[in-house]
């Protein structure tokens, strides 16, 4: 059975930086991508960035420049190096794994831009 843990988040205050780490366990394959989405209060879950399993990577086009995917196969694991944060960034951050037709979730990590 696969097991996404997302780890990392936090309250950090504008301007800072958080790295988001998600591990994935259960599974001897290479997702065929991996990614991050995040979901603000009263809002829909959306993408932030995700890579594939050649290293493709795409980015929510608000987030570009601010935020970097980055993969391990070998460990099935992904992280997302987030800089410059802004109050806006505050949400629930959900890891992503997918093979095939198959789509894992992680149970989400809480990511807080205050002063």
Do not use: H
């Amino acid at each position: 059975q696969v097991q996404l843990v997302e780890s990392g988040g936090g309250l950090v205050q504008p301007g800072g930086s958080l790295r988001l780490s998600c591990a994935a366990s259960g599974s001897s394959f290479d997702f065929d991508s991996m990614g991050w989405y995040r979901q603000a209060p009263g809002k829909q879950r959306e993408l932030v960035a995700r890579i594939s399993s050649g290293g493709s990577t795409n980015y929510a086009d608000s987030l570009k420049g601010r935020f970097t995917i980055s993969r391990d196969s070998a460990k099935n694991t992904v992280s997302l190096q987030m800089n410059s944060l802004e109050p806006e960034d505050t949400a629930v951050y959900y890891c992503r794994a997918r093979l095939a037709i198959r789509v894992y979730w992680g149970q989400g990590t809480q990511v807080t831009v205050s002063s």
